[in-house]
């Protein structure tokens, strides 16, 4: 199994709403990333968990609230999103956090805050 | 800092011809990993291929082939005989390490590759 799996494909949610996405690996990965891509920009990268602990929080705004349930389960709660926060979501994981690892993503999660 | 230029913001090619797509990086490590991905229209990128800073050999993969110049900081990736299927987004990317001395992945801004049939 070397799939990153990423539920709900496509989130619709207004300002006030709260939502999660989820995202699952199987491949024994220790590294797992949350990014955020806006159209025809490339991956930004928002949180990095190492072994289920948060190794990097790009400056990310609060009322994104990742979290690390278990090795190969990573959440991303959201709460009071601006409709500037519209944007594909992508989870991706790693083996490790060394130098020379490839990054494996999911599909995404196409987010529309209205 | 580190970066990744990829100057080529689109290209559109016919069917059967031949793709060069640019990529110049920046970086003040001896050791340094470059990377490719492929987005596709579906969302996930794709792996394609990493390279050491220290292997300067050129690599063929089917129709890819990716040309690797230190003395030009450049690591660029042609597609030969291109194919409707290769229309994708295609990322040039930089490990780079970070505060924790864990790596993180700079992307160049990407190519955005159009096959016509």
């Known amino acids: 199994d070397t799939e990153v799996t990423q539920t709900p494909k496509h989130l619709v949610m207004g300002m006030t709403n709260k939502k999660s996405l989820k995202c699952e690996q199987h491949?024994?990965?220790?590294?797992m990333y949350w990014y955020k891509q806006k159209a025809k920009k490339p991956p930004e990268l928002m949180f990095v968990y190492s072994y289920e602990k948060l190794s990097i929080n790009e400056s990310v705004p609060s009322r994104f609230s990742p979290e690390c349930p278990n090795s190969s389960l990573l959440n991303l709660h959201l709460h009071a999103l601006q409709p500037e926060d519209s944007a594909l979501y992508l989870c991706a994981s790693s083996r490790n956090r060394e130098r020379d690892e490839k990054l494996f993503f999911g599909s995404g999660t196409q987010l529309s805050v209205l | 800092a580190q970066k990744v230029t990829q100057a080529q913001t689109e290209i559109s090619v016919v069917e059967k011809e031949d793709v060069t797509l640019d990529c110049v990086y920046e970086t003040r490590d001896t050791t340094y990993y470059l990377f490719w991905y492929k987005q596709p229209p579906s969302g996930e990128l794709v792996f394609l291929i990493r390279r050491n800073s220290f292997d300067e050999q050129n690599e063929i993969s089917g129709r890819y082939s990716w040309n690797f110049q230190k003395s030009t900081s450049s690591f660029n990736f042609t597609i030969t005989a291109s194919q409707v299927v290769d229309s994708a987004v295609y990322f040039c990317?930089?490990?780079?390490?970070?505060?924790?001395?864990?790596?993180?992945?700079?992307f160049g801004a990407g190519t955005r590759l159009f096959v016509k049939a």
């Open positions: 990317a930089l490990s780079e390490v970070d505060h924790t001395g864990g790596f993180k992945t700079i």
């Open positions: 491949m024994g990965h220790r590294a």
